[in-house]
């Protein structure tokens, strides 16, 4: 990189103001490009089918059953040994 040479401090005070409008600009890139990966990652519609179906299905007495036995049976899964 090549060193510029100023005449003067308005110059200078110039690419300053310059460098500091293209550091905002790049900072606002990454900060839509962190949201827009947010969006990707966190589908809203697939969240509120599987809300859907968890009030459909776990509600009344088979509900509050299943509510029960299923932290059971991923706790088995987890602390099961392997090879059994």
Do not use: C
């Not at 005070?13 to 966190?42: P, R």
Request: proline share 2%.
């Amino acid at each position: 990189m090549e060193t510029k040479k100023y005449s003067s401090y308005a110059q200078i005070e110039n690419d300053l103001e310059i460098l500091k409008i293209e550091k905002e600009i790049h900072y606002q890139k990454i900060v839509l490009s962190i949201e827009k990966t947010k969006e990707s990652l966190v589908p809203s519609k697939s969240i509120s089918f599987v809300a859907d179906i968890y009030n459909k299905y776990l509600s009344g007495t088979y509900g509050t059953i299943l509510k029960i036995l299923i932290p059971y049976a991923i706790n088995w899964f987890i602390n099961r040994k392997r090879g059994d």
